[in-house]
């Protein structure tokens, strides 16, 4: 009974184990390409030897890519993101590596070399047998317990990963496109920006566009922030937004066509 729930306690931390590696380190790509997944396959030894380079690191350690260079690739648009825990010292660090590899010979003890060391057809021989499974089957569920708590905090990082790539104020600029709707540009920084700028409107509700611009960088907001979510200009942002009416008007001064716009009313129901 105690050998069968070790041996259980093992193969539960094995599978638990391959579940959670592919969402420790992952690439998510544009354009509907699959995402880069860690492999989680082959023997428990391997399994762990993926699990503490990826999940594990301490302050000061830097993070070093053991992939080899292959053959280049049309370029695409992505984005990686890594869970890890950073230990505060580099013992701490060494402890839990030493834990993980003491997981795996007490495994590979359990399957292959138990019964070389416990008579378990003598008293004697299943009386340590018997001591030493309790004390192994209290370290399998110390364990495991460890790995679900990891993993708790790897479905909250994720929860969190998922809140901000929703807002188009984060996931617009790491990607460098524009909002896909009316919905995304309502809350992007920039539109929102522009609607403040309408303090500066003219009797007919209409804002010069190159004021607004010229007060949107007294605000500290760069003058080519329209760049980071892919466009080339201020007049480009305002026009696909569809936030915006924009007309152009001739300036009595210079004799220029200069662009206006002002806020679409929000339409009833």
Avoid at 43 to 57: H, Y
Avoid at 74 to 103: G, K, M, N
Avoid at 118 to 139: H, M, P, R, T, W
Avoid at 201 to 216: H, I, K, S, V
Wanted: net charge negative.
């Amino acid at each position: 009974m105690l050998y069968g729930k070790c041996a259980l306690n093992f193969q539960y931390y094995e599978l638990a184990l391959k579940k959670l590696l592919p969402r420790l380190d992952r690439t998510v790509v544009l354009l509907g390409e699959e995402a880069e997944q860690i492999a989680a396959k082959g023997t428990l030894g391997l399994l762990i030897t993926a699990f503490r380079e990826v999940a594990f690191s301490f302050e000061g350690q830097r993070q070093r890519e053991t992939r080899e260079p292959g053959p280049e690739k049309e370029p695409r648009l992505s984005i990686r993101h890594r869970f890890t825990q950073v230990f505060e010292t580099e013992e701490h660090y060494a402890a839990q590596v030493a834990s993980l590899e003491d997981l795996v010979r007490k495994r590979n003890y359990l399957v292959h070399h138990f019964l070389e060391d416990f008579d378990v057809y003598e008293e004697k021989g299943c009386l340590k047998a018997e001591q030493f499974l309790e004390n192994l089957l209290l370290q399998t569920i110390e364990w495991l317990n460890e790995l679900k708590a990891f993993n708790t905090i790897v479905n909250q990082a994720s929860r969190e990963l998922a809140r901000r790539m929703a807002d188009p104020n984060v996931s617009c600029r790491l990607f460098s496109v524009p909002p896909s709707n009316r919905d995304e540009w309502d809350v992007l920084d920039e539109v929102k920006a522009l609607r403040d700028a309408e303090k500066l409107r003219a009797p007919d509700g209409f804002t010069d566009l190159a004021n607004a611009t010229a007060y949107l960088s007294s605000l500290g907001i760069a003058k080519d922030a329209f760049r980071q979510i892919g466009l080339s200009s201020w007049q480009q942002l305002v026009a696909e937004s569809g936030c915006f009416e924009i007309i152009k008007r001739k300036d009595e001064t210079s004799g220029k066509w200069v662009r206006w716009y002002r806020s679409k009313q929000l339409r009833a129901e």
